[in-house]
């Protein structure tokens, strides 16, 4: 087995593709970053890596995908190849690994630098999306718009100081933006004025993921954070997913109930772990 690399996505193999397509659920965050970095939202030092193997050299089985400031992301990869993934990356600056639990630890123990926080995180399918645990939660959903990047944008900055270690320092609104073009964003209005938020992306190889969701701490528990998330499942539905899933921090109890009650099931846990800085 060996690791081959690109820093420009035009450049990433069709094989490689196909083979997260494969699977799709699990592959969910890297396909994304894909269809995004193809879209224009990341381009600056990005990196992207493919394992090959087999006689011909050409059989993939596993990717990796670094867009600064973001963590490394980490498909699932056979035990044997994270450590000379960790090597050949010796000389890049890294924030933190993301990925699958095992995948994660392997790649932190091979990178010999402290861990300054970790998120633990749980992976959900839906099933079947439950209109009952939703039900009576006042206000309408829309897709955002133009109109609303600035307002969007804020609780995008908002939702990442909170969710992500550190917060972020990347071009949030230029993302948003993308997104409203997509109408990849649902707002819950209640009173006519917006008062959460949950995104989903345009359906890959079947697939969809809810994220962000957010809800302004002066309207939480008021089942807006359900209500939005309910009505982004739905209209992902509508485009096509049959795959929707979405993330939830299993520090938060709360949340994993909520998208429980919505019909989301488990599926396997994830980890996004940040290194100490040299």
Same mark, same amino acid.
């Given at each position: 087995?060996?690791?081959?690399?690109?820093?420009?996505?035009? %450049?990433?193999?069709?094989? &490689?593709?196909?083979?997260?397509?494969?699977?799709?659920?699990?592959?969910?965050?890297?396909?994304?970053? #894909? &269809?995004?970095?193809?879209? *224009? =939202?990341?381009?600056?030092?990005?990196?992207?890596?493919?394992?090959?193997?087999?006689?011909?050299?050409? $059989?993939?089985?596993?990717?990796?995908?670094?867009?600064?400031?973001?963590?490394?992301?980490?498909?699932?990869?056979? %035990?044997?190849?994270?450590?000379?993934?960790?090597?050949? #990356?010796?000389?890049?600056?890294?924030?933190?690994?993301?990925?699958?639990?095992?995948?994660?630890?392997?790649?932190?123990?091979?990178?010999?630098?402290?861990?300054?926080?970790?998120?633990?995180?749980?992976?959900?399918?839906? *099933?079947?999306? +439950?209109?009952?645990?939703?039900?009576?939660?006042?206000?309408?959903?829309?897709?955002?718009?133009?109109?609303?990047?600035?307002?969007?944008?804020?609780?995008?900055?908002?939702?990442?100081? $909170?969710? $992500?270690?550190?917060? #972020?320092?990347?071009?949030?609104? &230029? +993302?948003?933006?993308?997104?409203?073009?997509?109408?990849?964003?649902?707002?819950?209005?209640?009173?006519?004025?917006?008062?959460?938020?949950?995104?989903?992306?345009?359906?890959?190889?079947?697939?969809?993921?809810?994220?962000? =969701?957010?809800?302004?701490?002066?309207?939480?528990? +008021?089942?807006?954070?359900? &209500?939005?998330?309910?009505?982004?499942?739905?209209?992902?539905? $509508?485009? *096509?997913?049959?795959?929707?899933? #979405?993330?939830?921090?299993?520090?938060?109890?709360?949340?994993?109930?909520?998208?429980?009650?919505?019909?989301?099931?488990?599926? *396997? %846990?994830?980890?996004?772990?940040?290194?100490?800085?040299?």
């Amino acid at each position: 087995m060996r690791w081959l690399f690109a820093t420009d996505v035009t %450049d990433f193999p069709a094989a &490689a593709e196909e083979w997260l397509r494969g699977d799709p659920v699990r592959a969910t965050v890297p396909l994304t970053v #894909l &269809a995004r970095m193809r879209r *224009g =939202v990341w381009s600056d030092g990005v990196l992207l890596g493919w394992l090959v193997s087999g006689g011909s050299g050409r $059989e993939v089985c596993g990717v990796a995908l670094h867009t600064p400031p973001y963590p490394l992301l980490l498909s699932d990869l056979p %035990d044997e190849a994270v450590a000379p993934l960790a090597e050949a #990356l010796r000389g890049r600056d890294l924030s933190g690994v993301d990925g699958p639990v095992p995948q994660v630890e392997s790649f932190a123990a091979a990178w010999g630098r402290p861990a300054r926080e970790r998120m633990s995180m749980r992976l959900y399918r839906l *099933g079947t999306l +439950r209109d009952a645990a939703a039900a009576g939660t006042a206000g309408t959903a829309r897709l955002a718009d133009r109109d609303d990047l600035d307002l969007v944008a804020g609780w995008h900055h908002a939702f990442f100081a $909170e969710a $992500e270690p550190g917060g #972020l320092d990347d071009d949030i609104a &230029a +993302r948003v933006e993308t997104r409203i073009l997509d109408r990849e964003l649902v707002l819950w209005e209640a009173a006519r004025s917006p008062v959460a938020l949950a995104g989903f992306s345009t359906p890959i190889a079947g697939m969809s993921r809810i994220g962000p =969701v957010y809800t302004p701490p002066g309207f939480r528990r +008021r089942g807006y954070g359900a &209500a939005v998330t309910h009505a982004a499942t739905r209209i992902a539905l $509508e485009r *096509g997913a049959g795959y929707v899933l #979405l993330f939830t921090d299993l520090a938060n109890p709360t949340s994993n109930s909520i998208y429980q009650a919505l019909g989301y099931r488990p599926v *396997g %846990d994830h980890a996004m772990v940040y290194f100490d800085q040299e």
